[in-house]
Nanobody, 117 residues
Framework: QVQLVESGGGLVQPGGSLRLSCAAS????????MGWYRQAPGKQRDLVAI???????NYADSVKGRFTISRDNTKNTVYLQMNSLKPEDTAVYYC???????????WGQGTQVTVSS
């Protein structure tokens, strides 16, 4: 069983920054792909960024150059540094852990990010 706990969301002005964290329980964090997704009201949940076990990263076009995903395997934690935030970044942000060998696909409870003046 894996539990994911997100933190770091909040209210920020346009142009500001936030760093989200996602702490994972369990033994297989380092061999898992970690991802951040977001869901705005009335919209589907979309991929924001992923980082593989080898720290290869991929980003949605809308956040490239502004967001950075990273991981610390010693702390079982993945981060999302969000800079130059825009009102359209407002959403609930969810952490995801995938490990096909273990048949793992887990989600956190989400953290609200609101970008508004």
């Amino acid at each position: 069983q894996v539990q994911l706990v997100e933190s770091g969301g909040g209210l920020v002005q346009p142009g500001g920054s936030l760093r989200l964290s996602c702490a994972a329980s369990g033994r297989f964090f380092s061999s898992s792909t970690m991802g951040w997704y977001r869901q705005a009201p009335g919209k589907q949940r979309d991929l924001v960024a992923i980082i593989t076990r080898n720290s290869t990263t991929n980003y949605a076009d809308s956040v490239k150059g502004r967001f950075t995903i990273s991981r610390d395997n010693t702390k079982n934690t993945v981060y999302l540094q969000m800079n130059s935030l825009k009102p359209e970044d407002t959403a609930v942000y969810y952490c995801n852990l995938k490990n096909p060998l273990r048949l793992y696909d887990y989600w956190g409870q989400g953290t609200q990010v609101t970008v508004s003046s």
